[in-house]
């Protein structure tokens, strides 16, 4: 029996040209570096489903099943063998809040073009990829 990959979700979510970002704090997991809004995708949950969850959770802000468009997927090798979802939501309602401060202490809008020197480095490889649909891996080596 395999135990599975973990999977993750990413949320883009953009205003005024702008894009959110959220600082990790307090989980010993990429603390201090800016992410995008986003977790583990929950079993009995699509990606989606996971997204907009995660949304909700960590910034309060909601979005439709329907709204929300697929960008991309990075496999990645870290502490293990990980898939991350990244998708777009094409729009959104309310205003962001952190409403996980034990998991981040900054949310912030940043120009996409400019980000900042903190963010992780899979999710900045991810938002430089270039247009939809995209799939890479990362942290492999080139050998057998």
């Known amino acids: ?15 005024g040209g702008r894009l959110l970002l959220m600082r990790r704090a307090g989980t010993g997991f990429f603390d201090g570096l800016y992410s995008l809004p986003g977790g583990h995708v929950e079993p ?19 979005v439709e099943l329907a709204a929300l468009r697929l960008l991309g997927v990075v496999h990645r090798l870290s502490d293990t063998n990980r898939i ?23 949310l912030e809008w940043h ?17 430089e990829a270039g247009a939809p649909p995209w799939v890479f891996e990362l942290g492999w080596s080139n050998g057998a």
């Open 111 to 127: 120009d996409p073009r400019l980000l900042p020197a903190e963010t992780v480095a899979y999710v900045r490889a991810a938002l």
């Open 44 to 62: 009995g949950e699509s990606v989606r489903m996971a997204a907009r969850r995660e949304l909700r959770e960590e910034t309060g802000l909601e």
């Open 84 to 106: 991350d979802f990244f998708v777009r939501a094409e729009y959104f309602t309310g205003e962001p809040q952190i409403l996980e401060p034990g998991k981040c202490d900054r």
């Open 1 to 15: 029996m395999h135990a599975g990959i973990p999977t993750g979700v990413h949320v883009l979510c953009e205003r």
